[in-house]
């Protein structure tokens, strides 16, 4: 039998589009779920077959919002079992997952500093990247780092490409 498991549309502790409210909520509320879906993926990985990450619409009077489940069509699974205890109570903040805050709020307007999804994956694999030796400088970067470059193998290129161009121009990370 398939169900799904509520996650939220955002980490508990973080501010996240408020519906009657937020200005243009469809677009910011799409956008926080896919960022919350990648934060996800950096802590758990991808989910095992048989379980998938997606989006859910949620009825409000006043009007539709969606949040993050997990949607499991294999429960007898165990690989499917621990994912889903694992993911089930969601993050506290954007940062467990190595990522800066999505989405910026000033009051209900929301700000998207970087808009495409690609840009919110790559800011987390800098940020979680290990050092010239190979370490990393916090032990918990290491799988973030890992999930991250295991699920999105292009933006993990994007993000060596672009380290690799600051080595070899140290001057343009200030221009």
Known sequence: MSYTIDIGAAPANAECAQLGQTPD??????FEIDAYRIAIIAIHGLPPEGCRLTSKPNQH???TYRTLVLQIDNE???????????VEDGLDNWHDAGMAPPIDYDGVVARIPRPQLDEVVIGA???TRPAADGRFAIPHFETLHNNLAAAFPECAESAQARLSRLVDNPGEAHS
């Open 76 to 86: 007898n699974d165990t690989a499917v079992s621990a994912y889903a205890e694992a």
């Open 61 to 63: 009077d006043f009007g």
């Open 125 to 127: 694999l800098l940020t």
């Open 25 to 30: 909520f469809e677009r910011v509320n799409r």
